[in-house]
């Protein structure tokens, strides 16, 4: 994407995203990943290259019913007004004329979905709820019409801290049950580690770095990455950490088949192991106590990023 001045906001970008994923864009305030990403449904056209969804040119799509076929949710939410949360939840089934009753049935399901009893909600302004109901809200009128893909620009940043976390972590046990495709724009290491299957560093209009989170921490390509990453999690690393903390206990004959790490291994040698096996079995004093996977550890390291961020207000 160049401007008239010939200036570029985003360029040198390939990645290709797989369908259920949930893809993290991040990276200063400039480097690219709001225009990425508004590029995907054409709220921002492409000036060079090109864009595929199902193996098709964005461009080849009629504007509309791509926009409709994709869910979008902003941090500003921008739900309107004067109109009902029923109603704000319903514009695109019935911008796609489904039926008043299909619409109705669909409303319940996905204010169920995100925790906002229709009976209390359904007929009620926007002006009437929180901010964190508001974003609910929000995420549910992007799902309304079942878009395969959800994008989703900084939707948490305004709120505050627990209600963020708390969406944040509903927004994770929903999209274990619904399974979309979520490209999330953050600017928040935390969110991203927390929320994301794998994570887009961006600097500058261009793709610095693209991996799960703990292949950031383990394995950074360049020192702008090791300091966006670190910066949230200094001096961990190298230090032993209380992996027994993590462990999920299992039985010691269904601990047999997973590949061990000791529990007073460091969190490099814990990542390591972590990139090339999903579960590991904790080993302490010559028994199996448990098993640790790569959420229980990027938790961790969310808790850590919050500590650090708590520590300088």
Not at 138 to 152: Q, T
Not at 265 to 287: P, S
Request: proline letters at 4%; glycine letters at 6%.
């Amino acid at each position: 994407m160049r401007f008239s001045d010939e200036r570029y906001a985003v360029q040198s970008v390939d990645l290709d995203i797989q369908k259920g994923e949930f893809f993290i864009l991040i990276g200063p305030s400039g480097s690219g990943k709001t225009t990425t990403l508004k590029m995907i449904n054409r709220l921002i056209s492409s000036t060079e290259g090109e864009i595929y969804i199902k193996d098709q040119k964005v461009s080849d799509y009629d504007m509309y019913e791509l926009r409709w076929d994709i869910g979008y949710v902003l941090q500003q939410i921008a739900l309107f007004p004067h109109m009902t949360i029923e109603e704000n939840i319903a514009v695109v089934p019935e911008l796609k004329h489904w039926s008043r009753n299909e619409t109705s049935k669909r409303v319940d399901e996905l204010m169920l979905m995100v925790g906002l009893d229709p009976a209390m909600y359904r007929h009620r302004k926007p002006a009437e709820l929180s901010g964190g109901q508001q974003q609910r809200v929000g995420v549910a009128r992007a799902l309304a019409a079942d878009p395969e893909i959800v994008l989703m620009d900084e939707p948490f940043s305004a709120l505050d801290p627990l209600t963020r976390e708390k969406l944040q972590d509903d927004l994770l046990d929903l999209q274990r049950r619904i399974q979309k495709t979520i490209v999330f724009v953050t600017h928040d290491m935390q969110e991203a580690m927390k929320l994301g299957d794998r994570i887009c560093v961006m600097n500058e209009g261009k793709v610095v770095q693209i991996g799960r989170p703990e292949e950031l921490v383990q394995h950074p390509v360049n020192a702008f990455v090791r300091e966006f990453v670190s910066g949230a999690v200094p001096h961990v690393g190298h230090q032993a950490f209380e992996l027994e903390t993590l462990a999920q206990p299992m039985t010691q004959e269904s601990l047999l088949g997973y590949d061990a790490v000791s529990a007073y291994a460091t969190l490099d040698d814990v990542l390591f192991q972590l990139a090339e096996h999903e579960e590991l079995a904790i080993e302490k004093d010559g028994e199996r106590i448990g098993i640790v996977n790569r959420q229980a550890v990027i938790q961790f390291l969310a808790g850590s990023l919050a500590e650090r961020s708590d520590s300088h207000e």
